[in-house]
C-alpha cells in the first residue's frame, strides 16, 4: 500500500504548481483525503482536505482562495493540489495522506497511509 506525491519544483513567487498523489497497492475512493507540508525547521502542518465523495473540502487559511484540492475516485491518480499565487512560505515537503475515515479531516491522527513527499521551493 502506497502513496507517492509529485510534481514539486522550484518556480518563483505568483507562478502556479499542481501537485499529483498516486495511489498503489488498495484503492482510497472510499477514504478522505488530505494534503499536509513540513517546512525546513517547522512541524508538519495541515493544507488542505476532501471527504471521500469530494463534496467537503477544508483549507488552512495560509492557502485558502490559492490552493484547490480535488480527487479522481475513477483514477490511481487520487488526489490533486493546484496551487495558484505561491509565495516563499509556501516552501515545504508536501505530503499526501489518506485518512481511515469517509470524511474530511483536518487531523493528522486520522491518517494512516501517508506518502513520500515532493519538494516545492518558491523563490522570492
Known amino acids: 500500500v502506497q502513496l507517492q506525491a509529485y510534481g514539486g519544483g522550484l518556480v518563483q513567487a505568483g507562478d502556479s504548481l499542481r501537485l499529483s498523489c498516486a495511489a498503489s497497492?488498495?484503492?482510497?475512493?472510499?477514504?478522505?483525503l488530505g494534503w499536509f507540508r513540513q517546512a525546513p525547521g517547522k512541524e508538519r502542518e495541515f493544507i488542505a482536505t476532501?471527504?471521500?465523495?469530494?463534496?467537503?473540502?477544508?483549507y488552512a487559511d495560509s492557502v485558502k482562495g490559492r490552493f484547490t484540492i480535488s480527487r479522481d475516485n475513477a483514477r490511481n491518480t487520487v488526489m490533486y493540489l493546484q496551487m495558484n499565487s505561491l509565495k516563499p512560505e509556501d516552501t515545504a515537503v508536501y505530503y499526501c495522506?489518506?485518512?481511515?475515515?469517509?470524511?474530511?479531516?483536518?487531523?493528522?491522527?486520522?491518517?494512516?497511509?501517508w506518502g513520500q513527499g515532493t519538494l516545492v521551493t518558491v523563490s522570492s
Open positions: 476532501i471527504s471521500a465523495n469530494g463534496d467537503t473540502r477544508y
Open positions: 495522506a489518506a485518512s481511515i475515515y469517509v470524511g474530511a479531516s483536518t487531523r493528522s491522527s486520522d491518517y494512516h497511509y
Open positions: 497497492g488498495r484503492t482510497f475512493r472510499g477514504f478522505g
